[in-house]
């Protein structure tokens, strides 16, 4: 048997699924794809794969049976599923804005509060939710997905809190725009409306190129390890250059300045 035990959510690809390889080199690591055909590498890796979609209570409560009977124990919940409903917020529909928060930030919730006896076992352990800049910092095109991780730190924060006296920790790690399906995928659901929007869409679309070239996934390797380390992390960690640079600004100069900043630059 490896050191921790690992659960892992969103490992059909990008960054979750990078992750997962790569911390079954020495933890034992549990990841969650929806489909049975995304398995066969993670497995070859020494990953235990667990399918099932992450908003069905259904397979939550049938992944948390695996773990209690395999493992008995869970030292670490990485909260790494999640989706970006692109377009400005006229474009998304309320089905399209409910979806983002079902994904990204209940299904989180009730992940956690279903694992939460098998964390209580390992104690220490840790929550680890895997954030974006965009929970903290404004960004045109992002509001549906910028306010479900926004919520995700709000969550993340309380969690810390109430947690901290069974000796689980709960960590928003506030990722830089990293290469990742995710943003292709949000581009490709994006509605243009043109109109009003038309030269911000069209600055946006640029922008969300640049976005999927960023190269930096080993960062939040570093970062999960870091945490791992620690019998009492701290509540949030920045990943990322572009993290760390935005983190610094926002102190030095206040949030309505870099909103406004924001304002000047998509005008």
């Keep these: 048997m490896k050191g921790r035990t690992i659960l892992i959510t969103g490992c059909s690809s990008g960054l979750g699924r990078f992750a997962a390889m790569k911390l079954a080199e020495e933890n034992d690591v549990y990841a969650t794809v929806r489909n049975a055909a995304q398995q066969a590498d993670l497995k070859a890796c020494g990953v235990t794969v667990l399918i099932g979609d992450v908003t069905h209570s259904t397979d939550r409560q049938a992944w948390f049976h695996t773990l209690q009977e395999q493992r008995g124990k869970l030292d670490m919940l990485i909260h790494n599923a999640g989706i970006c409903e692109g377009g400005v917020l006229e474009s998304i529909s309320e089905d399209r804005f409910e979806h983002q928060f079902r994904v990204n930030v209940t299904a989180a919730a009730a992940l956690s509060s279903t694992m939460l006896p098998l964390l209580r076992e390992a104690s220490p352990s840790a929550i680890v939710h895997i ?5 903290r910092t404004a960004f045109p095109g992002l509001s549906a997905y910028g306010a479900s991780k926004a919520a995700l730190y709000g969550m993340s924060r309380s969690l810390h809190i ?8 709960s960590v928003y790690v506030e990722l ?5 399906r995710i943003w292709q995928k949000g581009v490709d659901k994006a509605t ?5 929007y038309r030269k911000l869409e069209q600055k946006l679309s640029a922008n969300a190129s640049e976005i999927r070239k960023s190269p930096e996934k080993s960062g939040l390797l570093t970062c999960i390890m ?38 000047r630059m998509f005008r």
Excluded at 131 to 135: A, D, E, V
Excluded at 176 to 180: A, I, L, P, T
Aim: glycine share 10%; charged share 20%; proline share 7%.
């Design 131 to 135: 954030g974006s800049i965009s929970g």
């Design 162 to 169: 109430e947690l901290s006296p069974q000796q689980i920790a």
């Design 176 to 180: 830089d725009s990293m290469h990742s």
């Design 192 to 196: 243009l409306l043109k109109g009003p």
């Design 226 to 263: 870091n945490i791992g380390r620690h019998t009492n992390p701290k509540p949030l960690y920045i990943c990322g250059r572009k993290s760390i640079f935005l983190f610094v600004l926002n102190k030095l100069l206040g949030e309505d300045n870099i909103t406004r900043m924001m304002t």
